[in-house]
């Protein structure tokens, strides 16, 4: 006799009828408690620009706003996070991260690795990877537990990420020159 959300992801007509696929895992289900839950969402004045979930354990969410004066995260939050808080309990405990969206894939990046501190992101457009330079001990925070906040934050961008400290992206930088340099001087090749 329980009421039980969740996302209808798929209709597949079978010979005995209809068969309807019912998510609670899916990451658009996250989307659409967050539509519901949030007045400022379903008015398209914040908008949701990807989700990332692991489910049962913790999801991030890149929201932005089209007026200056809506903060999207805030909206997002409700006051005393009451909104969030909601969205919590319905998912059963699921920790969810609100990150503010930009344009600016380095920008991005480093707020999609939160709460873990970056020192500078480097980021190939073409490859769609990025290098993100931390502090040593912001290394296990920005990887998370058996790699959860590193795989949330490559789904939430779609950008593929290498977390290193300053010494191992100068030794890569170092093998990768000593090996061009070793190319050039072959007979042919500039």
Do not use: M
């Not at 949701?48 to 007026?67: C, L, M, Q, T, Y």
């Not at 903060?71 to 006051?79: K, N, R, S, W």
């Not at 490859?127 to 590193?150: C, F, P, T, W």
């Amino acid at each position: 006799g329980d009421n039980v959300r969740g996302y209808i992801f798929e209709v597949l007509k079978s010979t005995r009828g209809p068969q309807v696929l019912l998510s609670r895992t899916h990451p658009e289900f996250l989307r659409k408690l967050f539509t519901i839950e949030v007045p400022e969402i379903s008015e398209d004045i914040v908008q949701i620009h990807s989700v990332a979930r692991e489910p049962g354990e913790r999801a991030k969410i890149a929201v932005s706003s089209n007026d200056e004066r809506v903060d999207p995260v805030g909206a997002c939050v409700g006051i005393k996070g009451s909104r969030v808080q909601a969205i919590v309990r319905e998912l059963s405990g699921e920790r969810i991260d609100i990150v503010p969206w930009i344009d600016e894939p380095q920008i991005f990046i480093s707020r999609a690795l939160s709460p873990a501190a970056t020192l500078r992101v480097i980021v190939d457009e073409r490859r769609r990877h990025a290098s993100v330079i931390v502090d040593e001990d912001q290394v296990s925070l920005a990887i998370g537990k058996s790699g959860q906040n590193s795989r949330l934050a490559v789904q939430l961008t779609g950008f593929g990420l290498d977390i290193l400290t300053e010494d191992e992206y100068q030794a890569r930088r170092k093998r990768v020159e000593e090996s061009q340099e070793e190319l050039r001087k072959l007979n042919g090749v500039s």
